[in-house]
């Protein structure tokens, strides 16, 4: 049982280019969540999956897309990274999007836009 | 201003020292508030979750929730080098369905660096 699992762990990318971020999870969750975590600002929600099927903006959303390509998949892209960029990216998953749901992390993804 | 603010830091206390760890916050309608612990390059971990007020205790770690003055912290008692870490508060509004289900995403502080020295 790997839990949340993402690749790349590391990337380094030139303005501009674009890329995709993979997270897949093995607990048959149905609720799925990316965030990214930034010196003094805490995590932020960028965009989550209730359920397969379904996705809904979060805190920042501004470049960035998501897909839902399954129940176990949730990838995040960038189209054309930005400096601002910059940043620690975590997928997250939880049984559902209650308020009582334990959300579980993933590794990250430690990205760099040049 | 912040939702949530989280003094970041860095703490640094020895080995058996109390660690209290705080958030203040000014969404009233949070209702259920978390402690997540994240070690130096990993993913956030629930340490502990409570609802509405009160206090909850698990071994070495007592949450507090105070929602009159909108306050909530963690204690860690007899602190190991092993505690060090950051520790992040979380809170989700309640946001009540039909059938007595609530959905909130998650708000999340800053972070506070903890290190406890032998």
């Known amino acids: 049982n790997a839990g949340v699992t993402q690749t790349p762990k590391f990337q380094v990318l030139k303005t501009g280019q674009s890329m995709t971020l993979q997270c897949a999870q093995d607990m048959n969750h149905n609720s799925m969540y990316w965030y990214r975590q930034d010196p003094g600002m805490g995590l932020r929600l960028i965009y989550y999956s209730a359920s397969e099927g379904t996705t809904d903006k979060g805190e920042v959303p501004n470049g960035y897309n998501v897909s839902r390509l399954n129940k176990r998949e949730f990838s995040l892209r960038l189209e054309s990274a930005a400096p601002s960029q910059t940043s620690v990216y975590f997928c997250?998953?939880?049984?559902?999007?209650?308020?009582?749901?334990?959300?579980?992390f993933g590794p990250g993804t430690r990205l760099t836009v040049l | 201003q912040k939702e949530v603010e989280q003094d970041p830091g860095p703490l640094s206390v020895p080995e058996g020292a109390i660690v209290s760890l705080n958030c203040t916050y000014s969404?009233?309608?949070?209702?259920?508030f978390m402690w997540y612990r994240q070690y130096s390059r990993k993913g956030p971990e629930l340490l502990m979750y409570t609802y509405s007020s009160g206090n909850k205790e698990d071994g070495r770690f007592t949450a507090q929730v105070d929602k009159s003055s909108k306050y909530i912290s963690l204690f860690i008692r007899d602190s190991q080098p092993s505690d060090s870490a950051t520790y992040l508060c979380a809170m989700s509004a309640a946001a009540w369905y039909a059938g007595g289900t609530s959905y909130g995403k998650l708000t999340f502080g800053q972070g506070t660096i903890l290190t406890v020295h032998p």
């Open positions: 969404n009233s309608a949070f209702q259920y």
């Open positions: 997250a998953s939880s049984e559902d999007d209650k308020s009582t749901d334990t959300q579980y």
